[in-house]
């Protein structure tokens, strides 16, 4: 019976065993299959969490490009930002990204502080929309920038609104910043963070344009959701994978994951695809069930119909053993993806095995790499083989479960292609070391093509970086950004030199009361209240020259441009302001240049009419006093002929008196001219005003009044004393005639030191001492188009009849002549003062002048009158012989010379200055004395023609009696030059 059962059981023990062997590798098989699919979703797992993190990191890094081209300030020309941006093709190298912002802080006085976005790039599409924008008042926002401020690191937002978005196509959205702090200020610690920021860079971000790509050549094999956050919860939800299978398919793989992106955490939820499942699905374990049950019950049959033949038995069975062996590789190749190469590693036995796509992926057939360890390192770049061999010995000694590494291998045709490596442990020796590791080859070439492109974009951002940086430490303008309150919130380097704040300082007050003078600040507010609210004003688009104020107070000339972009509550402002104080010098140097030549060709005309003036009225004078002289002379023999008759003394009187006006109508023209021959000697202005009092009151009348005020200790000057109280005796009756209702005469004098600035306004007085003389009136005072001509002859304000015009004509000519400076200062109704200044003579005052009036004296001496005209001569020689005198006459100087030369005793010579012939009347004096040592010469003239004269004063020891003359000045002047001749000579 046993016997007849061995067969029976043998075949159930075979069929058993090959049941159990089926069953093991259906197990294995599906183990396999379902390792390898788990791994090949944690795989896609951590290349989507890699990728993302490299994303952010990425973009991050242009952040930080962009930190570091700002170079510690805000301040930066929109154009140079605009090239920048530019440079970096967002659009291009940085999908997702939605531009690069700049948020200046501003006001950081006020409460929780303000910001704003002065500049965005590009600035196209939606993006001109959040010019302005104040990030700090929305509470996500603000917590990310507080963040970055404080630990000076990239920050990420939570979930937000982005400000583009306009309500269609709208997106989930965050914003990364990074803190700019001022350039040289400490940033340490949180509390000195604080201090010196000036501003952010940020970057916002839509969810869905970011994450676009993300998960590669196989981004449909799992769906990917990412919550703000920790939690799970629909309103943290920041974006999910546009899969619409997803939705209702119950995934055969989960994962979550956590990481940080700007210090922000995100909650990565990850679920396999339909897809996925479907391409990682494999019905290698069914085969194997079906064709282990089929080979079991096969062999079960075998054993029992060959139970006698126990060889025959085991050699079916060593058969089997290696077909299961076969199958076994066989389902290894199973496993390999759709694109990554798969091999198989045995430690223990020293066995390779790679796939088809192993191989192909680097151009290889099935027949040109043998299945050996040898081959793959064969195969790897001499520069990273020492490496990667250092890292599968490394993997190979430990207890790791994985194993990962990153190198160039070499390909058929012989470029190189960047692999990464990956393995997993499947089975491990009694010490838990690797035994066998299963695992993947991926081709990452394209990925470091991206991170090379990545290297030489960070290059060129930093060129760029330095081209800015040149730019701006070569810029010739401030700049200053101002809110929409007219808090300034930006203040460039050149800005702190220009104006004298410090951008510490500047930032946060109110731009008016730093840099506009106090006396525009209400102009300036209420305009620039206008271009807040419109954008619009004279300054928008336009350069204009304006003073700024100086720290210091100083007023700084400067040419300003503003610029006005819109934020909530109106338009801010950016103002580029140029130093032009050397242009303005330069102008200032070319007026004053011009006006200086405008003045020279005035003077030089002003001196060419007097000059021809002058001409004119000494050769009227000379013959006018000719005249005037022979009708006096005529009209005083009259007198003393007709001493009886009363009514023709009247007559005569009268005749007298019109001569005598028409004498000092021509002393005044010569005074204007400068052609009178003055006699200056050193007097104190105050001891001549004193001497004047009694005149000057009879001339002023009751309405009025007349006030002196001299200052103490006043300093001589020397003048013709005559001519002086001639001019103020005009000047006090010109201030009464401007005060028909009465009033006061004020005259001062004073001391003056005229310094080089003054003279040079004054044009025509040299720096130096002067006496100061000034007649002041309360009366109608002048215009400044009476002003500008009230010095010149004839001109008058007084009715007909009532003046020649001559009085202020004559004290400008005088003054002139005397090395003075004569001035108006008028308005209408507010009175007139007129200034001279005269110059200080370091001498002792002369002693004061004694007039007496005495009765003509004659004598017995010998007189010679020379004289052209005879009429003039003729009146001379009966003066003269009605005084007792012997009287000898000539009618020029030669003839005079033969009479001299005659040996005729003379003792006096009498002759006119000007008269015709060769022998002048100079020449005629100085060879007279030659001849006659112990000559007295008295010269007559009513005009001198600078004969006698050097600079309008007569020259020393010089007599001159002016024509026309009265009898009894003849014959004092006669008596005066007698009585100073030298000792010896005839009486």
Request: net charge neutral; glycine share 10%.
């Amino acid at each position: 019976m046993r016997g007849r059962r061995t067969p029976l059981i043998l075949a159930l023990l075979v069929g058993a065993l090959s049941l159990a062997v089926t069953f093991g590798a259906w197990r294995v098989a599906q183990f396999e299959v379902a390792s390898n699919t788990q791994s090949e979703f944690d795989y896609q797992v951590r290349q989507a969490v890699r990728r993302i993190e490299q994303r952010m990191a990425t973009y991050e890094q242009v952040e930080r490009g962009t930190q570091a081209y700002l170079m510690g300030s805000m301040k930066v020309r929109r154009e140079d930002f605009q090239l920048y941006v530019a440079a970096l093709r967002l659009s291009e190298k940085f999908p997702g990204i939605q531009g690069i912002a700049l948020a200046a802080l501003a006001a950081p006085g006020r409460q929780g502080g303000a910001s704003a976005i002065t500049h965005i790039e590009p600035f196209t599409g939606l993006n001109p929309r959040a010019l302005g924008f104040d990030m700090l008042t929305e509470p996500t926002r603000r917590e990310a920038m507080e963040r970055a401020r404080d630990s000076g690191e990239a920050a990420a937002s939570g979930k937000v609104r982005l400000i583009q978005e306009i309500g269609r196509h709208e997106q989930v959205g965050l914003v990364m910043y990074l803190p700019v702090y001022g350039r040289g200020l400490p940033a340490a610690t949180p509390e000195e963070r604080r201090a010196s920021l000036v501003g952010w860079v940020g970057a916002p971000f839509r969810m869905d344009d970011l994450m676009a790509g993300i998960g590669g050549e196989r981004g449909s094999d799992i769906v990917l959701t990412i919550y703000d956050g920790l939690s799970l919860a629909p309103e943290s939800l920041l974006y999910v994978a546009p899969a619409a299978a997803a939705a209702t398919h119950r995934p055969l793989y989960q994962a979550t994951r956590k990481i940080a992106v700007g210090g922000r955490p995100w909650n990565l939820k990850f679920r396999s695809a339909p897809l996925f499942e479907a391409r990682m699905r494999s019905d290698r374990p069914t085969v194997i069930a079906v064709v282990g049950l089929a080979i079991s019950t096969l062999f079960a049959l075998l054993v029992w119909s060959l139970a006698s033949g126990r060889g025959r038995a085991m050699a079916l069975a060593s058969a089997t053993t290696a077909q299961l062996r076969e199958s076994e590789f066989r389902w290894k190749y199973a496993l390999e993806g759709a694109g990554d190469g798969v091999w198989d590693w045995n430690s223990g036995t020293g066995e390779a095995l790679y796939s088809r796509r192993w191989k192909e992926m680097l151009g290889y057939s099935e027949e040109d790499i043998a299945d050996t360890p040898a081959a793959w390192e064969l195969l790897l770049h001499p520069d990273d083989a020492p490496a990667v061999l250092a890292i599968v010995d490394a993997f190979a000694r430990s207890t790791s479960q994985t194993y990962e590494a990153e190198y160039r291998m070499r390909c058929k045709d012989g470029s190189w292609k960047w692999i990464r490596g990956r393995g997993m442990a499947v089975t491990r020796d009694e010490a838990g070391l690797p035994m066998r590791t299963i695992g993947t080859h991926t081709d990452i070439t394209r990925l470091k093509e991206s991170e090379s492109a990545l290297r030489v974009t960070v290059e060129q951002l930093a060129s760029e970086q330095q081209r800015v940086k040149v730019i701006l430490e070569h810029a010739h303008d401030a700049f200053i950004a101002v809110a929409p309150d007219g808090v300034v919130t930006d203040w460039s380097g050149k800005a702190e030199t220009l104006l004298g704040w410090s951008a510490r300082d500047a930032v946060g007050r109110d731009l008016a009361k730093l840099i506009v003078p106090p006396a525009l600040r209400a102009a300036h507010n209420a305009g620039f209240r206008r271009f807040v609210e419109t954008g619009q004003g004279t300054l928008a688009r336009n350069v204009i020259e304006v003073n700024a104020q100086h720290r210091d107070g100083a007023l700084i000339p400067v040419e300003l441009a503003l610029a006005g972009f819109p934020q909530a509550g109106g338009y801010a402002v950016s103002a580029f302001i140029r130093d032009i104080s050397e242009r303005k010098v330069a102008q200032r140097l070319e007026v004053q240049r011009t006006q200086a030549l405008d003045e020279a060709r005035s003077a030089l005309q002003h001196a060419q009419r007097l000059e021809a003036v002058g001409k004119l009225t000494g050769g009227i004078a000379h013959d006018f006093n000719n005249v005037l002289h022979i009708i006096s002379g005529n009209v005083q023999l009259m007198q003393s002929m007709s001493a009886g008759d009363e009514r023709l003394q009247k007559r005569l009187k009268s005749m007298q008196s019109a001569v005598e006006r028409g004498a000092k109508l021509s002393s005044q023209l010569l005074s204007f001219a400068r052609r009178q021959p003055l006699q200056p000697v050193v007097v104190n202005l105050q001891r001549t005003l004193l001497d004047m009092d009694d005149l000057l009151q009879r001339a002023l009348g009751g309405a009025v009044q007349i006030r002196f005020d001299t200052a103490d200790g006043l300093w001589n000057t020397q003048v013709d004393r005559g001519q002086l109280e001639n001019v103020v005796l005009n000047l006090v009756i010109n201030a009464r005639d401007a005060m028909p209702g009465g009033g006061t005469v004020t005259v001062a004098l004073a001391n003056a030191t005229v310094d080089p600035e003054h003279a040079r306004r004054m044009v025509d007085l040299p720096a130096g001492d002067y006496v100061r003389l000034s007649v002041a009136d309360t009366g109608t005072g002048m215009n400044a188009e009476v002003r500008a001509v009230a010095f010149e002859p004839f001109f008058t304000t007084k009715p007909v009849g009532q003046g020649t015009g001559l009085g202020l004509s004559m004290a400008y000519g005088f003054v002139k002549q005397s090395g003075g400076h004569i001035e108006l200062d008028s308005e209408p109704g507010k009175g007139t003062t007129v200034v001279i200044y005269l110059p200080r003579s370091q001498l002792a005052e002369a002693p004061g002048r004694v007039v007496r009036e005495a009765p003509a004296q004659g004598g017995s001496e010998t007189i010679l009158v020379v004289e052209d005209d005879p009429d003039v001569r003729a009146t001379a020689v009966n003066m003269l012989g009605e005084l007792g005198y012997q009287v000898l006459h000539a009618e020029d100087g030669e003839s005079a010379l033969r009479i001299i030369s005659g040996a005729v005793a003379i003792d006096v010579l009498f002759t006119d200055v000007v008269m015709p012939g060769p022998v002048t009347s100079t020449e005629l004096a100085a060879r007279a004395r030659v001849l006659l040592p112990q000559l007295c010469v008295l010269f007559t003239s009513g005009y001198t023609r600078n004969a006698l004269t050097t600079d309008g004063r007569l020259d020393v020891g010089v007599k001159l009696l002016g024509k026309p003359y009265r009898r009894e000045e003849l014959a004092n002047k006669i008596r005066e030059v007698l009585v100073e001749a030298p000792a010896g000579q005839s009486s």
